[in-house]
């Protein structure tokens, strides 16, 4: 059995360029959704303070 080191050579290349490629495209994706769920975050309300809203009896 003869082994074609060229072909086997190109399909390793290959599958650390994907493997690099998606782990590339995973970290950019996290920060990406990180930087969402940073600017989704409610804000704190601001509470009035209660001798403004009433008025006099």
């Known amino acids: ?3 074609n080191y ?3 050579g ?3 290349v290959a ?3 994907l493997v690099v490629w998606i782990v590339k495209t995973n970290m950019r994706d ?3 959704f990180e930087q969402e769920i ?3 975050e409610l804000k704190p309300k601001e509470h ?3 001798g ?5 009896l």
Do not use: C, F, T, W
């Not at 403004?52 to 006099?56: C, E, V």
């Open 30 to 32: 996290e920060k990406d």
């Open 48 to 50: 009035k303070k209660p």
């Open 38 to 40: 940073i600017e989704s």
């Open 6 to 8: 060229p072909v086997v």
């Open 15 to 17: 599958i650390i360029i």
């Open 10 to 12: 190109l399909v390793i």
């Open 52 to 56: 403004k809203d009433k008025k006099a």
């Open 1 to 3: 059995m003869q082994i």
